[in-house]
């Protein structure tokens, strides 16, 4: 059985879709049968694999709220073996209004994933940037969540709020989820404030939070207009290379043997 990682946090800008598109790639080129969801509604993981949101007709959308079979809307990664990918699209915005009155509108996602679960070694789910239904169906669905958090001044703002949300769901609808890990992003080794983050967030949260961190890189930023993950656009920077240790410790903490 493949695990499901959702990539959550409210805030925007922390390197969620970064880290779910990188992370998921390097799980691939470690040759993992790797599932990208796309389940943000600005459909940045989408193009980020080099897909045209506004070509995509069929989306994780239908799969929520039409019940359309997953396994037909599943594309194959043009430019990296074992990476697949279900698109987002624009309409996802709308899906809360019109599953306000659907029973376990909560497990949507869960239901439609779980076909899945059995042909990918890793799911990783890009959640949006809020606290809604969406994000709420991706944590029911998931085994694990990653938390991303950027080096920055408000690095913990917010983050109780999100660690409240994943209390409750834990409690009412997945008491199964866990936590995978904190990712400490965008981390500028000449500042004292982003040591200082560091610190502050290893003090909290201790044996949560991941060794590898995320360095602030040009190349992780320009990947996504070309269309492919840094791994392809540069594999020797250092954004590629902090994912590429980044899956290996998620594989080593699942117990999964690492490929030759």
Known sequence: MGKIIAVANQKGGVGKTTTAINLAASL???????LLVDADPQANATSGLGFDPASITTSIYECMVEDVTIQDIVLTSPNIEFLDLIPSHIDLVGAEVEMINVPNREEKMREALAPLKEVYDFIIIDCSPSLGLITVNSLT?????IIPVQCEYFALEGLGKLLNTIKIIQSRLNTE???EGILLTMYDVRLRLSNQVVE???THFQQMVFDTIIPRNVKLSESPSFGIPALLHDAESK??????NLAREIAVKNSVALAK
């Open 141 to 145: 669905a998931a085994d694990s969540v």
């Open 200 to 202: 502050e967030v290893k």
């Open 28 to 34: 691939a080129a470690l040759e993992y049968k790797t």
């Open 177 to 179: 989820l866990a936590i």
């Open 239 to 244: 954004g590629a290379m902090s994912y590429l």
